[in-house]
């Protein structure tokens, strides 16, 4: 059995990614829309020498699974929070509201390309936008929405636009209703992302771009950029702060 297995849960709002790390290499991972408890135990089962845990919730959850990881792991549990040390400069101005995923995953990029301006952009149900520099520092981003939420708003918020999804292949111009809803939040959210990478791109030198969440491979091969897709990001960073915190002790 490996030494030093560490169990990292990301329960985000629609899904919950569940990993095992021998130091800083996933050996195993897992990801559900149920509930976590069940899925915690049989991971449990099937590795029973855990040694360390960190668990992140962006919603309310039920801490029976927190619960039942802390009498089941021989070491330290760490459930993250705005007082949770990490291996960067936090210099947001609210901690509190910060999302914990946004957090991560700025650790994580940074524990992938130590010294590097990284800028990171998580498509998931909003798009976040969040730039870390060479010396570590995290001063926050920016937040819109997905691109489910913007099919879903144009329906939700008129009377006439139907309820549209997106498409590999769509036009520049629509011809016509849906296709003019298609190309109209595809592109826009194009332009806005390569907004943002020229932004940043015009600041800081040598900027590495990683994309992660859902729509991510969706919107990377539009990009003329060269850019890292790291799906497991957030995972990583959860590992890399648990690591973190173990040497602190």
């Not at 899904?15 to 509930?35: H, L, N, Q, Y």
């Not at 010396?135 to 997905?146: F, R, V």
């Not at 879903?152 to 292949?169: S, V, Y």
Request: glycine share 8%.
């Amino acid at each position: 059995m490996c030494e030093n297995l560490n169990l990292v849960v990301d329960i985000g709002n629609t899904r919950t990614k569940v990993a095992v790390f021998s130091d800083s290499e996933m050996i195993k991972s897992t990801v559900f829309t149920g509930p976590v408890l069940p899925e915690i135990e049989k991971l449990l089962r099937q590795v029973p020498d855990i040694q360390n845990a960190i668990v992140s919730s962006v919603k309310d959850h039920d801490h029976k699974s927190d619960n039942f990881i802390k009498e089941n792991i021989k070491g330290r549990f760490v459930l993250l929070d705005k007082t949770t040390p990490v291996p960067i400069k936090n210099n947001y101005h609210s901690p509190e509201t910060l999302g914990k995923d946004r957090l991560a995953a700025v650790a994580g990029a940074k524990a992938m390309y130590p010294g590097s301006n990284i800028l990171v952009v998580d498509a998931g149900t909003a798009v976040t936008f969040d730039f870390v520099n060479t010396q570590g520092e995290y001063w926050g981003g920016n937040i819109s929405p997905g691109l489910e939420m913007r099919f879903k708003a144009l329906n939700l918020f008129t009377d006439k636009l139907p309820a549209c999804k997106a498409k590999d292949q769509y036009p520049d111009m629509g011809f016509d209703t849906e296709t003019a809803i298609i190309s109209g939040v595809i592109k826009g959210m194009i332009y806005e992302m390569e907004g943002y990478i020229s932004m940043y791109a015009e600041k800081y030198s040598n900027l590495k771009i990683l994309f992660t969440g859902g729509d991510a491979d969706f919107f990377v091969k539009n990009l003329k950029k060269t850019i890292f897709v790291v799906q497991n990001l957030t995972l990583i960073g959860l590992n890399y702060i648990l690591l973190y915190n173990e040497k602190l002790r």
